[in-house]
């Protein structure tokens, strides 16, 4: 979904036909693959397949995926393989692999998992932008002429046509590589974004999809941008009433609502210059810290149980004690991880090309926005950014409900920041055959979290939700809060 990059704010015609691919079967390689910092390696079999950049001129230019596949335990896997769909937008499969990998070893047991880069992601014609020079500018702060001439640059840059990296066309590559490699079903599972193209490429194929897991869903009717931070303000009052509710934060951390909302405006008016030690280097860093630092760290706390449950006592440090470093060292450290993880590049394609076309404009009311701790910001520069950016291909009917019988687990978190539980009620009309799995006090993305690996393996085994028990969600409870750097109250 949205994320913000260090040094850029993000935060027609309908095609059935196959494609045609080559005569013989990929062959695939022993290979290794790595996370962006090279933290998580593993094993695999590796391979690539060409594709044309535009479908609609087979002998243009053409492109290579990236295809890994991790073997599956059993000697005699099942001929359905298991595949991963990145979030982002943005992602790269094998990498996102790598952090859930724990997760998904149950499914491992019984079948090959396969993973393919999308194409502008990963290490499929990567579609990124060069970071900004340290001195332009203050990445976090808004402004306008910044954003669109990095965009410039960036356009200048790309290895590829921005218009031929959206949704519609990648699920024609999932199909592409789906023939080359010989199987007749496999079993999807889309994680945030991800969500969006495994719901697309159910529509599109059907007969090939054997089950689909959705886990924090982004319905195919919703235009990303407006209700970031409308969604976001619901988080932090979710977690300020819990809090409240609570009697040991409340009593270390009264009134957190308000003075959250009194740091906000604090900052806003004049940010605070701060030195602290980052715990990477060793080294005392200097920088002010502005209300855009704030925000940016808020938000992307909430995005799991526990940023929420360390969240109040890092706000507490800073506006009782005006200690900033703890919010400093994560805003920094968050917004390195993401400048690496994701392709920009392949980001404002989808974006500018599924969403921000779509815009309306009572959503973008700025008094209803300006309510909230993040304002106009993120939805300003998405729409900045997408003023010059070119918008691509997109399906006639890619912003319809998905119509199915074919058994489908949705999954959502009940205090998720950007995928709430009412975006996955938005598309299970149109599901005939599906289970929503709603985790209390939990986050975005909800498959490795607590029994769920279990749930999601019995699931995709059975290919059927009709002796699918999620009592075991019962018994989860959401993390203390934790009262100070040590950790929650005895």
């Not at 998992?113 to 290490?123: A, E, M, P, Y």
């Not at 931070?229 to 609502?257: H, I, W, Y």
Request: aromatic share 8%; with cysteine.
């Amino acid at each position: 979904m949205h994320l913000l990059n260090k040094q850029f704010y993000l935060s027609l015609l309908l095609i059935t036909f196959s494609f045609p691919v080559a005569a013989e079967s990929l062959q695939f390689e022993e290979c290794e693959i790595a996370d962006t910092n090279g933290k998580r390696t593993m094993k695999a079999q590796c391979s690539k397949l060409s594709v044309p950049e535009n479908y609609a001129e087979p002998n243009g230019k053409r492109i290579d995926l990236f295809i890994a596949k991790i073997k599956s335990m059993s000697k005699n896997p099942e001929p359905d393989p298991f595949t991963l769909l990145a979030g982002g937008p943005g992602q790269s499969a094998t990498e996102t692999y790598l952090m859930m990998r724990g997760a998904l070893e149950k499914i491992r047991k019984q079948r090959d998992i396969i993973l393919v880069d999308q194409r502008g992601t990963g290490k499929s014609n990567q579609m990124q932008c060069k970071p900004a020079e340290e001195d332009y500018a203050d990445p976090f702060d808004y402004d306008p002429a910044f954003i669109k001439e990095m965009t410039r640059e960036c356009l200048e840059e790309l290895p590829g046509d921005p218009r031929f990296y959206s949704t519609s066309v990648a699920v024609k590559d999932l199909e592409t590589v789906r023939q080359a490699i010989g199987f007749e079903q496999w079993n999807l599972w889309g994680g945030s974004y991800g969500t969006r193209v495994a719901q697309h490429y159910l529509r599109r194929y059907p007969q090939h999809t054997r089950t689909v897991v959705l886990d924090a869903v982004a319905p195919p009717p919703l235009n990303l941008g407006p209700d970031i931070a409308l969604e976001s303000q619901r988080a932090v009052d979710q977690m300020t009433t819990r809090c409240a509710e609570d009697e040991v934060c409340q009593k270390n951390f009264p009134e957190l609502g308000k003075n959250i909302s009194q740091l906000v405006a604090r900052l806003k008016e004049q940010p605070e210059n701060i030195s602290f030690e980052n715990f990477s280097t060793g080294e005392i860093e200097t920088m002010e810290f502005g209300e855009a630092h704030l925000s940016f760290t808020i938000r992307m706390l909430l995005y799991s149980a526990h940023g929420v449950s360390i969240l109040p006592t890092m706000l507490h440090s800073a506006y009782a004690n005006n200690n900033f470093a703890p919010l400093a060292r994560r805003a920094n450290l968050v917004a390195d991880d993401m400048g690496n993880a994701l392709s920009l590049g392949m980001h404002n394609s989808v974006v500018c090309t599924e969403d921000v076309p779509f815009y309306k404009a009572e959503k973008l009311d700025p008094e209803i926005l300006n309510k909230t701790y993040m304002g106009t910001a993120a939805v300003d520069s998405i729409r900045d950014m997408c003023s010059l950016w070119p918008v691509g291909e997109i399906d006639a009917d890619f912003k319809d409900i998905v119509e199915s019988d074919h058994p489908v687990l949705v999954l959502s978190g009940s205090i998720d920041p950007i995928t709430p539980p009412a975006y996955a009620e938005m598309i299970l009309p149109g599901l005939k055959n599906s289970l929503h799995l709603i985790n209390d006090n939990q986050g975005h993305i909800q498959s490795s979290v607590g029994c769920m690996p279990t749930v999601v393996a019995k699931f995709v085994a059975e290919a059927s939700l009709e002796n699918l028990s999620a009592e075991c969600l019962q018994r989860q409870t959401p993390e203390p809060f934790f009262i100070n750097a040590n950790g929650p109250a005895p």
